[in-house]
Structures are given as structure tokens and as C-alpha cells.
């Protein structure tokens, strides 16, 4: 299979997109194998209403089938913010039981989470409650030193409900995310940086350059490496010890029936870039 992605497929991504009022795609605009996810409510922050969440859904099953290896997910530049969170006027519209059926997996944070290419988070701005939540989702988090992240759900008499009571923990350890998700408060990008919450700050001339960096990068490599790797890692918080070599040895022994394997290793032998076989 050529390494060139496939016209049909980047035209159903974008076609997909090109129905979406909230969300737009650009594939390969900035690197090859990169496709970038935006989400455009700038007159309501990016906040997640129930339109957005389903157009997200959508455009993410698109880029799941594309040849896309790599994804950078981010909020409209103009609403300076990544998400600024839920909408509150549906939440406030909800009782129990309606809230119970919003909250059927899987939602945006399971489509992310799940997605095969690896996800970058680019924090341009605020991600507060539900954007923290989806920041948490992505594999990576590269903020924007204007960035502020928080839980402030308990400020309105609720609490995190898009996982943000476990990844969060997960990421920033126990007693960090019981201050953050108990007082609500809100914290910088630099501080989200010292307990761990995301991976790398920084400002408006390294910024852009740093995320596509790093996604080019990363999409040089094998996508079905890149799928494997990304599931093994994963497995860390979610398994114990033992289950989780039982599971990366596994897959790294899946990864042997692949043409990509002998392409990766050739190339090292001959001191030349990989032509993979696989998407």
C-alpha cells in the first residue's frame, strides 16, 4: 500500500466536516499523516453542547477509517479557548434521568480516548470542566502559556462526569486532583505543567511549531506501530503489573505479522526512511 494518502478517503473526512457547523477538519495542512480536529463555538467558548459532541463524534469515525496517523484536536483560536466546558443551559435543562442517558459511553472522551492515531491536545486556551475532561482524554497536552485548567463543576453543585474524577487522578496523582476537583479552582498552564496535568508550555513563538513538531514526528512512524504503542501504554493505569507485560509482549508480537516490521528494520540496515506498507 503506498504511503500517500488516499484522495477518496481525505475527501470523506473533509466531506464528513464540511456537514459539521461546529467542527472543522484540515488534513495534512501543516505535516503529512497529521489531520487537525477543530472545534468552533467561539461565541459560546467551544463550550460542549449536545451539537458539538455529535459532530465530533462523526469527524472522528471519519479520521478513524482515514490514513491520518497522527491528530491534533484543539478549539478555535477566536474563542481563546480549547473548551471552555459543558453547556451549562442543557445541563441545568436535565433531571436524573436524563442526564443518566447523556452520559451513555460511548461519549466524546471514549472517542477520543479509543481513537487508533495518537491524539495531541493543543490547549490554546481555557480548558475548564468537560475541555479538561477531553484534554485528559488525548495522549499528549501541549498548552499555550495563556492556558488556564480546572474542575470547576463543584462550583455549580455537581461534580466531574466525563472522567475527570479518574484520569485526572491517574494523571496528577490523588491528592492534586481532590484539590482541584473539591474547590474548583482553576490553575495556569505552568502549574498544570508542575503536577503533571499537561506535558509541555509555551508561547505564541513556539507554540505551533512545537505541536507539529512533535505530531510530524510522530507521524513518520508506522500507524499500526504507533496504534500498538499507544494501546500498550495505556494498558499502564489500567492494568496491573503482570496483565500489563502479558499485554505489551503481545502486541509486540502482533506487530511481527506486519510487513512493517521488515520495511522499519530494512530501512535501518540500508540507512534510509521507512516506506511503510501499512496505513
Not at 433531571?95 to 447523556?102: K, S, V
Not at 479518574?166 to 482541584?180: F, I, K, N, S, W
Not at 494501546?231 to 489500567?238: E, G, H, L, P, T
Request: with cysteine.
Amino acid at each position: 500500500m503506498s504511503d500517500e494518502p488516499d484522495a477518496d478517503e481525505t475527501r470523506d473526512v473533509e466531506s464528513v466536516a464540511d456537514d459539521c457547523e461546529t467542527v472543522n477538519v484540515a488534513v495534512d495542512d501543516r505535516v503529512e499523516g497529521v489531520t487537525t480536529v477543530t472545534m468552533t463555538r467561539p461565541d459560546a467558548r467551544n463550550a460542549l453542547n449536545a451539537q458539538l459532541r455529535a459532530e465530533l463524534k462523526r469527524v472522528l469515525d471519519a479520521v478513524e477509517e482515514s490514513d491520518a496517523r497522527v491528530v491534533v484536536l484543539t478549539g478555535a483560536d477566536e474563542a481563546k479557548a480549547f473548551v471552555a466546558g459543558a453547556d451549562v443551559t442543557e445541563l441545568r435543562e436535565r433531571d436524573m434521568l436524563a442526564q443518566r442517558e447523556a452520559s451513555k459511553r460511548p461519549r466524546v472522551y471514549e472517542y477520543v480516548d479509543d481513537l487508533r492515531q495518537p491524539v495531541i491536545a493543543r490547549l490554546n486556551g481555557h480548558a475548564l470542566g468537560g475541555g479538561c475532561e477531553l484534554a485528559q482524554a488525548c495522549d499528549v497536552r501541549i498548552a499555550h502559556e495563556r492556558a488556564k485548567l480546572g474542575q470547576p463543576e463543584i462550583n455549580l453543585g455537581i461534580m466531574p462526569g466525563g472522567g475527570g474524577t479518574q484520569r485526572l487522578a491517574r494523571l496528577v496523582g490523588e491528592g492534586q486532583a481532590m484539590r482541584l476537583v473539591l474547590s474548583g479552582e482553576l490553575i495556569s498552564a505552568e502549574e498544570a505543567y508542575d503536577i503533571g496535568l499537561v506535558d509541555e508550555v509555551h508561547d505564541d513563538e513556539t507554540f505551533d511549531e512545537r505541536v507539529y513538531e512533535l505530531a510530524g514526528s510522530m507521524a513518520e512512524k508506522s500507524g499500526v506501530a504507533l496504534e500498538y504503542a499507544k494501546k500498550a501504554v495505556k494498558a499502564a493505569s489500567r492494568m496491573d503489573l503482570e496483565q500489563g507485560i502479558e499485554y505489551e509482549a503481545e502486541l509486540f508480537a502482533q506487530l511481527f505479522a506486519t510487513g512493517d516490521k521488515d520495511e522499519g528494520i530494512d530501512a535501518f540496515f540500508e540507512d534510509r526512511d521507512p516506506e511503510w506498507p501499512t496505513r
